[in-house]
């Protein structure tokens, strides 16, 4: 699967819903979301308030709803 700069840009975005502070439900494990029509899944999730750091790694998933990678 190809993943475009509009899906890169929503994932970059979706950083910020890691932080369950700033959203009502926070982004975690095994979440998947849609991105211009294709769907992704969090794989790991990384919110460290002592140094204010938050990350994810996501990856598309295929037709059967599996990771693509």
Do not use: C
């Amino acid at each position: 699967m190809k993943v475009t700069d509009k899906n890169y840009t929503d994932i970059a975005n979706g950083v910020y819903n890691v932080d369950a502070g700033k959203v009502k439900r926070s982004w975690r494990k095994d979440k998947v979301f849609k991105s211009s029509g294709k769907k992704f899944r969090v794989l790991q999730v990384e919110d460290n308030h002592k140094n204010g750091m938050q990350a994810m790694a996501v990856a598309p998933l295929d037709k059967n709803s599996r990771v693509d990678i």
